[in-house]
């Protein structure tokens, strides 16, 4: 059977060493992988040389299979290959090619040789198909690729942090934020609340018991705490907002606290918080100067903030990134959108007229490595893109973006009967907040608009 061809190349602003050097580091594929496919990596390959494997998961349908793939191939500088051993294709070869281009750029090409499984008759019906999923995969890469080395060459010149510790690395955030940290090259260690071994770069803590050991604290340049119980799993009960309070103030309290006690402090915390600080707002735009509002949300926001104070006292600049409605298809409120848009049963919620203030994914994370070395910026900061919507407008773009109506409004006495408290003071409280502080020192956002941030979030 005759092998398909695939190819892609575009420009890249950065040099081609740069390029090379960006693959073969811890997080490639993880940043790599679009997260509007169901691609999960399993193992990532420890380097991309002759013979590194990469294991990885596909769901086909309601079937999921195991992709293992080799590197072979490997030209310093120049390319390397991945051929599949076993997956869903009956052959696959990638091939990774680098060259330069007009100075200062250079050019990224995937040439990728695969055969269909099954007969000649799948070759013909599923061609068309896979060269679109292959042109949406493909696409996304390059896009993610050049945004990257934009993001890390911004910092060039600047002093930067080498080892960096976070807090909350395994929730939604903190998947993200490491492979691209990593990525550009800084030495990621987690705080952990699991056994850990001896040799590796993870660090055990339990705030919930006040445990964690400073001496293992030493020596990092930038600490980026995330961690948090998160707030949308549904009512709050008593016992869930303590433990909502709790995660917050005391984690950040122990980490704020052991780091003002190091003999070589770091030089920046960041340490998260939540647009929820300004409550409920109605359309009456938010900067970083403007009183907490009311509700749980302001208050849980508030003491998170103040928990960082021990940090403030000891001399490190310490940043509180007011974070809004992080948008990406693999976690928060856009996943949970869309198992209803895509059947066509989406809608505004309520009366569509509360203001959303989202950024994506990429976006965030890109700021959080800004803020790492802009020694101008501390305390609060607005951590939203530059375009809120109200939700009307946010769900009018969703339903262009999948090509599906949303004709079926959800009644907000429904979800305030389902939710509760957390219905007034999160899927319903409007807050139209600005990022002057980003916008002011020269940050560029990759997706300032919904409708293309949405696009590439989605592959569409």
Known sequence: MKRIIYEKASRMESTL??????????????????????????????????????????????????????????????????????????????????????????????????????????????????????????????????????????????????????????????????PFLTT?????????????????????????????NPELLEGFDAVINLAGENISQGKWTPEVKNRIIESRVKGTHLLSQTLAGLKKKPTVFISASAIGYYGDRDDEIMYVDKAPGNGFLAEVCWKWEQAADPARAAGIRVVHPRIGIVLSPDGGILKKMLSTFKWGLGGTLGTGKHYMSWITIDDLIYAMHYVLHRKSIQGPLNLVGPNPVTNAEFTKILSRVLWRPALLPTPAILLKALFGEMADDVIFASKRVRPIQLLHSQFEFAYPDLEGALRHLLGK
């Open 17 to 178: 060493q740069e390029l090379f050097d960006w693959h073969t580091r811890p997080g490639a594929l993880d940043r790599l992988t679009p997260p509007f496919m169901p691609i999960r990596v399993i193992d990532p390959p420890t380097g991309i040389q002759n013979g590194c494997r990469a294991r990885l998961e596909v769901k086909i349908g309601p079937w999921k299979k195991e992709w293992q793939a080799e590197h072979q191939d490997y030209i310093q500088g120049k390319q390397f290959k991945d051929v599949q051993l076993s997956g869903p294709f009956r052959h696959w070869e990638h091939t990774h090619l680098f060259s330069d281009g007009s100075s200062p750029t250079c050019i990224l090409r995937d040439h990728v040789e695969f055969e269909l499984p099954l007969s000649w008759v799948s070759h013909y019906l599923l061609k068309p198909y896979i060269h679109h999923e292959l042109e949406e995969l493909f696409s996304y890469r390059h896009r993610v690729i050049f945004n990257d080395l934009l993001a890390h060459q911004r910092a060039k010149g600047e002093e930067m942090p080498q080892r960096i510790l976070v807090a909350g690395g395994t929730g939604f955030i903190g998947r993200h934020l490491i």
């Open 184 to 212: 550009g090259g800084h030495e990621v260690s987690r705080l952990v609340r699991h056994p850990v071994e001896s040799k590796g770069t993870d660090i055990y803590w339990n705030p919930a018991k006040g445990e964690l």
